[in-house]
């Protein structure tokens, strides 16, 4: 029930209360007087109507001032709250306390309006805002799951030093960074001509892929020529990463740009991208990605792809430090080879190789003769660039599976698989002639023959260990050297050899020993002209007696050289005339030291006392002539000369042994006894010498020594 409604009944009820007070009054003066009066029922009847007027008025006062104008502003506070319309601010004519409340409700309402209007258009914001935060949140994520993709490609690539094997186990973090079908990652090689491919990613079966095809390589690890591929030359010539998002959508300025005009067959491919690797400004490789799908390429992807491709690009470049420093530590700077440790290390492994396939191999210890007195002579330069010749040679004078190493020194070492003894005799003895025809021309012209020795060893009958080959090899290249160098052991010998009978010359043997620990050609000299004296005492018919006297004889006729000092015993170059005139002594030092040792064999004496006499008279050490020099000694001078002459020195190359006989024919009768040449000039044309184990007479087996 309303307001008005309820006013009105209130007045109504007012009313009649009242006119009931009043009939009550006029029937207590009608009830006093006894009878009703028409004053009384005239004046209750006025009062009655005034009453009734009086409420009229009231009501319709009531209805004009305040109920009309409170349901006009009931009608407007509830339309203006059901329909949130604009409210304007209603207000009243007069300036009574309703029309102030409806003032201040219409501010009220105005305010609210105001206030929705804003809270609408903050809605409105927060809705757009939840809408982009939406979507950042999905880029927050998508950023996430890069830099998680990212951290795994920086943990596994920083985690290994083998490129290949930390790529290959980044299939689904690379895909899944280019979002692409196929990826192709290559490095540059050392030329910067060519890309060697590092491995490749594809979404489809294992091991297919079809984006190294496109650039001519049947598999991943393929070369791709830089100079083949325009697009390939474009992208390193800084023009920076390439995406093409749709080949079908290129315009001619960027096929030609590209591609050098049309566009060649993608193999279905429409989205490409080629990214350069960079490590300190220097282009180290290329990262290739392609997918099916066009404009696979965002802004964000680019970015990822760009960082992606710049750790590659830091991990191929640690792979190359790694590599130099491990080539440094490997690797001889002075010859290029590798050093001892990555010999003994590639000798282990070799070692193991064979005894699990049950096969065979041989190793070479070389070493150059003389070396230290080269040295001496020429200085160290010289010495360095003998050793690099030396090194140079025997690098390309092997197999490509063979390895050769600098041993330390004047040594190197040679390791040869699936080789047996004989034919590692035969590649040292191919190394050593190849050497010997390349002397090394000194600083006056002079051309100084270089010669090494070999000692072999060969897997498992030498030894079963690293350790055990080396100790054989080593002890053969040592009776090499013993034997005046420039030849090739296989097993040892004894010292003594079979020429020199320990048992009944137990001093011989111990000068023979002295001769060859000081000078280890003097010892090979020594038994060479023991062989050609005995080819002429035999022809002679000498008695076995003064055979075996004359094979002594021959054995320590440079017996003196042990009071020689080294500097000019071994000098590689020609001697002044004061060492030359020391060297003149060795024979009579030898003849005294024979008179001490073994004073029984005086013809022995005489002889080594002569050997360096002339027929002439113009010899030393006592200028004896003709028939004055003991027979013994006559011969000893054509033999050792004759040796000496056919011996590569290091000071001089051999002569060959026509050269030498012409020498041996020209000094008949003036340096040598003219019977004595005839003789020996005979065999050497008969074949009665044995030159098997000459110096330089064959060139070949000659300098091959096997028990």
């Known amino acids: 029930m309303s307001l008005r409604r309820k006013t009105y009944l209130l007045v109504g009820a007012t009313q009649l209360v009242v006119a009931l007070a009043i009939f009550a009054v006029s029937q207590a003066v009608v009830v006093r007087d006894g009878q009703w009066t028409g004053e009384v029922l005239i004046f209750m009847t006025s009062l009655i109507g005034v009453v009734i007027i009086l409420g009229c008025a009231v009501c319709w006062i009531l ?30 004519n007069q300036s009574d306390e309703l029309s102030l409340l409806a003032e201040k409700i219409g501010s009220s309402f105005a305010e609210l309006e105001r206030t929705r209007t804003q809270q609408e258009k903050q809605s409105q914001s927060l809705t757009q805002a939840l809408e982009e935060l939406k979507v950042r949140h999905a880029d927050l994520e998508t950023a996430h799951k890069n830099l998680q993709q990212l951290a795994e490609v920086s943990a596994s690539l920083g985690g290994s030093l083998e490129i290949r094997d930390a790529l290959g186990q980044m299939k689904e973090v690379a895909l899944g960074i280019f979002e692409a079908d196929e990826v192709w990652l290559l490095r540059l090689t050392d030329d910067n001509e060519q890309l060697e491919g590092l491995c490749a990613y594809s979404n489809h079966r ?19 020529p830089l100079d083949k591929h325009q697009l390939l030359r474009t992208v390193f010539q800084g023009t920076g990463p390439v995406f093409i998002e749709s080949v079908t959508e290129l315009n001619e300025e960027e096929k030609n740009r590209l591609f050098g005009g049309a566009v060649p067959i993608l193999a279905g491919f429409h989205s490409l991208g080629v990214v350069p690797l960079y490590a300190e400004d220097l282009p180290v490789g290329l990262a290739m990605s392609a997918s099916a799908r066009p404009r696979r390429f965002t802004d964000d992807r680019r970015s990822t792809i760009v960082l992606f491709a710049s750790q590659v690009a830091q991990a191929l470049e640690n792979t190359r430090l790694y590599e130099e420093i491990k080539a440094l530590g490997e690797i001889d700077s002075l010859t290029g080879l590798r050093n001892r440790r990555r010999a003994l290390e590639q000798l282990d492994i070799e070692v193991a190789r064979a005894r699990r396939y049950e096969g065979t191999f041989s190793i070479l210890i070389a070493d150059i003769d003389n070396f230290k007195l080269f040295n001496d002579t020429y200085g160290h330069p010289a010495g360095d660039e003998v050793i690099k010749r030396v090194a140079h040679m025997l690098h390309h004078r092997n197999r490509s599976s063979d390895f050769v190493g600098r041993f330390g020194g004047d040594e190197f070492i040679l390791i040869l698989p699936a080789t047996y003894r004989s034919g590692a005799a035969t590649v040292a003895d191919h190394m050593r002639l190849t050497l010997g025809s390349q002397p090394f021309i000194a600083p006056d012209g002079m051309l100084i023959p270089l010669r090494m020795s070999f000692g072999a060893a060969s897997y498992p009958e030498d030894g079963h260990d690293a350790a055990a080959l080396i100790a054989v090899a080593d002890a053969n290249l040592y009776e090499s050297k013993r034997w ?9 010998e004894p010292i003594g050899g079979d020429h020199i009978d320990s ?19 003097t010892r090979r000299h020594s038994a060479h002209v023991a062989e050609m004296s005995n080819a002429i005492v035999k022809s002679l018919g000498f008695s076995k ?29 020609a001697l002044t005339p004061e060492e030359a005139d020391a060297v003149r002594q060795h024979s009579l030092l030898g003849s005294m030291m024979i008179a001490q040792h073994l004073p029984e064999l005086e013809e022995v004496r005489e002889a080594v006392a002569a050997h360096h006499e002339r027929w002439d008279g113009n010899g030393y050490p006592a200028q004896l002539s003709g028939r004055n020099i003991p027979m013994l000694g006559r011969i000893l001078a054509v033999a050792d000369s004759y040796s000496a002459m056919i011996t590569d020195r290091p000071y001089r190359a051999g002569l060959s042994q026509e050269e030498a006989m012409e020498e041996l024919r020209k000094g008949s009768g003036t340096q040598f006894d003219p019977e004595v040449a005839r003789v020996f000039l005979d065999c050497l044309k008969n074949g009665h010498v044995n030159t098997s184990d000459q110096i330089a007479a064959n060139r070949g087996t000659a300098n091959l020594r096997v028990v």
């Open 63 to 92: 209805d004009k001032y305040l109920f009309r104008r409170l349901a006009c502003l009931t009608s407007n506070v509830q339309v203006g709250g059901s329909e949130m319309m604009d409210l304007a601010p209603f207000t009243g």
């Open 206 to 224: 294992e091991g297919f892929t079809r984006l190294p095809r496109l650039f001519g390589c049947a598999d991943p690890f393929g070369e791709v």
């Open 484 to 492: 005046g160098g420039d030849t090739v052991t296989l097993r040892r």
């Open 503 to 521: 048992g009944g010359f137990s001093t011989l043997d111990a000068l023979v020993s002295a001769v060859d620990n000081k000078d280890h050609y």
């Open 545 to 573: 007696e003064r055979q075996e006297l004359l094979r002594v004889a021959a054995l320590l006729h440079d017996v003196g050289k042990i009071g020689l000092p080294d500097r000019i015993l071994r000098k590689p170059g």
